[in-house]
Structures are given as structure tokens and as C-alpha cells.
T-cell receptor, first 114, second 114 residues
Framework: GAGVSQSPSNKVTEKGKDVELRCDPI?????LYWYRQSLGQGLEFLIY????????KSGLPSDRFSAERTGGSVSTLTIQRTQQEDSAVYLC????????????FGNGTRLTVT | AQTVTQSQPEMSVQEAETVTLSCTYD???????LFWYKQPPSRQMILVIR??????QNATENRFSVNFQKAAKSFSLKISDSQLGDTAMYFC???????????FGTGTRLQVFP
């Protein structure tokens, strides 16, 4: 079946512009995560959606970052007024929920802010 | 908050040899799962192996096995008969807290050379 799909795969934007990154999770998965990965670095947690619960936004680095998940499916991560330090790979992952369930990852969006 | 430590930023191993990647964590949970993920240069994160904390037997998946020491909160990954395709970043994902949020270690970059 289809895996987690992210678009675009690459995005180049100018400093100060807004960008939207999209994630299509695996159908039926209730858990959805966004992570950020700088070059050669680890995964930085950004936000977590689980079913109809309020999202855990504790990892968002500033108020320029926001995310929503519509209808419990597709998620959009929005970065407003992009800065050069926002350049990274943004990974989306989904899972069936629960602490015993592994995550399925998309291929990520590489964001470059010039 | 849950914490995890991968103390080896980089490791290298010769093809066909065995290598062990370390991971230690902190948790207040008593029943949980632990995961190792692999991220090859293609950027796609893949689940390598999963360990259930209440099971004393260490998990094994083909050439991959874990050395799980619950009391010491240690969860190392052993790769036997290393192959060139094992070259990747390896991330340890320890127990999540009650919100099920999944965080990762900083990763170990493994290079397998001929």
C-alpha cells in the first residue's frame, strides 16, 4: 500500500517568504509527527497529532511555525517569514497510535532558505 | 521528560565484521517499547528492530539484534556480518511518556567499508 507522502520533495524560498509543507499519512493512522533534521544532525521533534486530541506543539521553535491536520488525515506545516536557520529537511511520520507502534516516515521535504 | 543518549556520533566497521551501537535512556515508565531506526543516504527512515521492555529475551531480526538491559536502561544495537548497505545514520527511540510522543537520540553515523 501507499506509504507516507510528503510534498514538495525540495523547496527553495527567499528569506521572509512563507512556505507550506504537506504530509499525506498512511490511511487509518491516527498519529502524525513532524520532525526537523538539520544537515547531518538528529531528529528534532516539532509537533505531534494523535486522533482528535489537542496537538502537542511543544517542539515548535517559534511562533513562525504552525501546523494543522485536517479531517484527521493530511497535515500542513507552515513556516512564516522564513529565516536561513529554517533550512533543513522536514520529516513527517505517521503511525497507528500507541506507545508500542513504530512510525512510518515520508521521504521528507528539503527546505532551503536563501 | 524522557531523555535518550547515543554517545557515539560516528562509527566505522569493516565489511563482515560486527559492530555495536549504544543507547541509554531515562524513563519512569515500567512497560514500554524501544525502537531502532535506520536512515540511509536516501533519507528514508526505516524501522530496524523493536524491543518490548517486559520481555527478557533480546529481539533479533536477521543480522540485527539488541542487548537490552532494563535495569541499566541500556538498549544497544548489534549488527553482525556488516554489509555495505548498512551504511546509514542509526537512531535510537526510547520510551515515550504518557502522551506517547516519540523522541529520538542524536544518532550514530555508521560507515561500513570494504
Amino acid at each position: 500500500g501507499a506509504g507516507v507522502s510528503q510534498s514538495p520533495s525540495n523547496k527553495v524560498t527567499e528569506k521572509g517568504k512563507d512556505v507550506e509543507l504537506r504530509c499525506d499519512p498512511i490511511s487509518g493512522h491516527t498519529a502524525l509527527y513532524w520532525y526537523r533534521q538539520s544537515l547531518g544532525q538528529g531528529l528534532e521533534f516539532l509537533i505531534y497529532f494523535q486522533g482528535n486530541s489537542a496537538p502537542d506543539k511543544s517542539g515548535l521553535p517559534s511562533d513562525r511555525f504552525s501546523a494543522e491536520r485536517t479531517g484527521g488525515s493530511v497535515s500542513t506545516l507552515t513556516i512564516q517569514r522564513t529565516q536561513q536557520e529554517d533550512s533543513a529537511v522536514y520529516l513527517c511520520a505517521s503511525g497507528p497510535g500507541g506507545y508500542n507502534s513504530p512510525l512510518h516516515f515520508g521521504n521528507g521535504t528539503r527546505l532551503t532558505v536563501t | 521528560a524522557q531523555t535518550v543518549t547515543q554517545s557515539q556520533p560516528e562509527m566505522s566497521v569493516q565489511e563482515a565484521e560486527t559492530v555495536t551501537l549504544s543507547c541509554t535512556y531515562d524513563t519512569s515508565e515500567s512497560n514500554y517499547y524501544l525502537f531502532w531506526y535506520k536512515q540511509p543516504p536516501s533519507r528514508q527512515m526505516i524501522l530496524v528492530i523493536r524491543q518490548e521492555a517486559y520481555k527478557q529475551q533480546n529481539a533479533t531480526e536477521n543480522r540485527f539484534s539488541v542487548n537490552f538491559q532494563k535495569a541499566a536502561k541500556s538498549f544497544s544495537l548489534k549488527i553482525s556480518d556488516s554489509q555495505l548497505g548498512d551504511t546509514a545514520m542509526y537512531f535510537c527511540a526510547p520510551p515515550s511518556d504518557n502522551t506517547d510522543k516519540l523522541i529520538f537520540g542524536t544518532g550514530t553515523r555508521l560507515q561500513v567499508f570494504p
